[in-house]
């Protein structure tokens, strides 16, 4: 009976949106998807202009939650493509799906609405007759838009409404315009922006007339000639005839492809990098494969510099500077540097998506060199670059760990090289499989790591003389002046943020790479990974990534005396289960000799933290210390306290706050509060809440925006962050963060939320103009 009447109610609903949409017809005709494939330039001279009133609007208000793969509904309204694409009801993070889904990247995997449509996106705004009333009532965004107007909600307090619902994985209810009638009577406080206050009347009647003219799209300004001539000289390196100038472009790219790059004559501005079938001096022709090393269908591949009209948001903002500086390292270590290449490699998955076969005929200095060179870049990557957001990948990492490399001239990478070719078959990696992969594929290469250890075991071993033993010495410090040879991981749930330095005095872990291990993390979690992929593809992934990240932290655990080892690999996996390989069980046969290091004090471990601070002090970035100059003695102190927070008072705090201080003078400074949520281990990949221990927690404040899914916002005067700061040090229930929340929390209810919003966002931007981007709010609580 059941099944019957739930048969009935669709069939029921699918009914009255036929006689809606027969009922939109006769009153504005039929829907035509090719309308904004034209993007309608003509216009009142007194519709709001595209560019100036209506970007900066969606930026705003809208971007903050669509935006990216997460976008309720895929609707993504970082610019006029997203917006005239539409909604589709499809979620992308489906980790379990049996078969891959067809991918549906914005600007790569269709090119027109019309190719949209097809590909089940619906409009949300008229397509039918472009008349005023037409271009209101039978769009989706104005609609959704005006019944916030007619229902804001509360002003005051958490927002209590059964009808809304904040969790991550709640079901979307991806409505067309045949739909709204029934959907706006049953949900009347479902409005646009969801969960939020509304937008203020004058941005309302704004877009109304935007709406109203038909929504017409005004281009961009043009890119100064300065810029363009930088493109052209970017794009003539990276396309030379040569075979060595080939394969490093194509190096390159499978490493960029996620990057923001701008130049100094354009701040804000940002350029992307392609692969096209048509030269530089031609229009982009855009080869759109799963992932960049994806067999192009072409004879030639070039490598362009496309610019970005899209808006930066932070979950996925990838900035990178291009300059001469930059070309000039690139050019001596890929093409002045004296080696052959007699082929190019083909574009087979097995090879493709195996670094260390495709590129063997690079120098291996060459590309651990480059991916040294931003390491930062290189690491956010794996947490930004493919996914935005994926707790099932993150939950492989601790919540606040260092990572530290192995110097590119150190006996160790040169050991590493030379062993790279007999290792090799070994280091093969899941995207083999491409993205539709057996459940119980992690398996085998479970054993292929195992090989891969036990190899490089042995020579570590045997070479193992003195002037060889693990050293701090042999770490890279970025050659005296890079800060990216030391960086902070913070986990924030499902995201993740990299800051270069080491942050705060006492990690959870930390990781020692070298050129090996860093490669196949980038190519197992950005280039390999697809977040359209199947269970198998995903599951794969993450349980290798296991085996990367305990191969680090061996690495960095091989610098401890030797029995000194086994302690602290145990503290790291409290009540693990019993690990695949042996070599992650059992701290000495992973390196079984001494460490080439003396240690004085009773805990070899914090002696090692301070060394290897001292060690990275002269590259520490200042971004990190909060300057003296710009705070008092008594608020440097309450920062400083805030940072010193730790057990169960850190707990109770968000995961990632932003912190919005209003100094004497009126200007506003942006804090970041990072909880770190310790846990016995994250070795295994389901039930995390059961290895929790929030006794251990600790709490971070870092100067400026970390994160970009803030849990919550509070506003404080500097007269009253010693307060704000004892307050969070006393937290001991959720009660407590209640009234600290009443006291001093900007809620998702507030009238203020949309100004401090405004203000966070322009103090970033001020600050940081290349690194700022649009925050995602997405995660707020509702405290």
């Not at 209101?136 to 107007?149: I, N, S, Y």
Request: proline share 7%; charged share 20%.
């Amino acid at each position: 009976m059941r099944r019957l009447l739930t048969l009935f109610i669709v069939l029921l609903l699918a009914g009255c949106a036929t006689v809606v949409a027969l009922q939109l017809e006769d009153r504005y005709g039929p829907a035509d998807p090719a309308r904004f494939d034209l993007r309608p330039t003509g216009a009142p001279a007194s519709a709001p202009d595209y560019q100036k009133d209506i970007q900066p609007i969606l930026d705003q208000r809208c971007v903050t939650c669509h935006a990216c793969y997460d976008a309720p509904c895929q609707l993504n309204l970082t610019s006029y493509a997203g917006l005239t694409r539409g909604a589709n009801p499809e979620v992308v993070y489906a980790a379990a799906r049996l078969l891959a889904a067809q991918p549906t990247r914005l600007g790569i995997d269709a090119q027109s609405n019309v190719e949209w449509r097809q590909m089940g996106f619906f409009p949300v705004l008229n397509e039918r007759q472009p008349s005023l009333e037409a271009n209101r009532e039978a769009g989706v965004m104005h609609r959704l838009l005006t019944l916030k107007q007619e229902n804001p909600g509360p002003r005051i307090g958490p927002q209590n409404d059964p009808d809304i619902d904040f969790s991550l994985d709640r079901s979307a209810q991806c409505v067309a315009a045949e739909g709204l009638d029934l959907y706006t009577r049953s949900h009347p406080t479902r409005g646009m922006p969801f969960g939020l206050p509304p937008i203020s009347s004058a941005e309302h009647r704004t877009l109304t007339r935007w709406i109203e003219a038909g929504a017409p799209y005004s281009p961009p300004p043009p890119v100064p000639q300065a810029v363009q001539t930088q493109v052209a000289d970017w794009e003539s390196f990276l396309n030379g005839d040569d075979l060595k100038s080939r394969l490093m472009a194509r190096y390159i790219f499978e490493h960029w492809y996620i990057g923001h790059f701008h130049f100094d004559e354009w701040p804000g501005h940002f350029f992307e990098l392609v692969r096209s079938s048509t030269p530089p001096g031609q229009p982009i022709r855009l080869i759109a494969t799963r992932r960049p090393y994806d067999d192009p269908a072409t004879d030639r591949v070039y490598y362009r510099l496309k610019r970005m009209e899209a808006t930066s948001v932070a979950k996925k903002h990838m900035p990178l500077k291009l300059d001469a500086a930059r070309m000039a390292r690139l050019r001596e270590w890929f093409i002045t540097a004296d080696y052959p290449v007699v082929e190019l490699p083909g574009y087979a998955p097995e090879q493709a998506s195996n670094p260390f076969v495709t590129f063997r005929s690079l120098p291996v200095d060459a590309r651990y060199r480059f991916m040294l060179d931003e390491a930062q870049f290189t690491l956010m990557g794996f947490m930004k670059g493919p996914v935005c957001r994926g707790q099932v990948a993150l939950n492989v990492i601790n919540d606040h760990f260092w990572v530290v490399f192995v110097a590119p001239d150190s006996k160790e990478t040169k050991l590493m090289n030379a062993m790279l070719d007999a290792a090799t078959p070994a280091l093969r990696l899941p995207a083999e499989h491409e993205s539709t992969a057996g459940l119980l594929a992690w398996r085998q290469y479970a054993k292929l790591e195992s090989q891969y250890l036990e190899t490089k075991s042995n020579i570590l071993a045997r070479s193992a003389t003195r002037e060889f033993l693990p050293n701090v010495r042999n770490l890279w410090d970025g050659d005296g002046k890079n800060p990216n040879a030391a960086l902070t991981v913070f986990r924030h749930f499902d995201s993740a943020s990299v800051v270069r330095g080491l942050a705060g005095e006492r990690p959870q872990t930390t990781l020692l790479l070298g050129y090996p291990l860093f490669e196949r993390m980038h190519y197992l979690l950005v280039a390999g990974f697809d977040v359209y992929g199947n269970l198998g593809h995903q599951v794969a992934t993450r349980l290798y990534m296991d085996f990367l990240r305990m191969e680090g932290e061996q690495n960095f655990l091989t610098l401890l005396p030797l029995k000194a080892r086994q302690p602290v690999l145990d503290r790291w996996y409290r009540g693990r289960s019993e690990p695949h390989i042996r070599y992650f069980a059992d701290a000495t046969s992973y390196f079984p000799k001494e460490s080439g290091m003396r240690y004085r004090s009773k805990s070899p471990l914090d002696e090692l933290y301070q060394i290897l601070q001292q060690r990275m002090s002269e590259i520490r970035d200042s971004t990190l210390d909060f300057k003296a100059s710009e705070w008092s003695a008594i608020a440097l102190g309450a920062l400083r306290q805030l940072s010193a927070t730790h057990g169960i008072a850190a707990s109770h705090m968000p995961e990632n706050s932003l912190l919005a201080i209003t100094q004497n003078d009126g200007r506003l400074h942006v804090v970041s509060l990072i909880r770190n949520s310790a846990h016995s281990n994250v070795a295994e990949l389901f039930r995390e809440a059961t290895r929790r221990l929030p006794q251990e927690d600790t709490l971070l404040a870092l100067d400026g925006v970390v994160g970009a899914y803030p849990n919550a916002i509070f506003a404080v005067d500097a007269s009253e962050l010693s307060f704000f700061s004892q307050a969070v040090a006393g937290l001991s229930s959720n009660e407590d963060l209640v009234r600290l929340t009443e006291r001093f929390g900007i809620r998702r209810t507030d009238p203020r939320f949309w100004p401090l919003s405004d203000a966070i966002h322009a103090d970033w931007r001020q600050r940081t103009p290349n690194e700022a981007a649009i925050l995602d709010y997405s995660r707020l609580e509702n405290n």
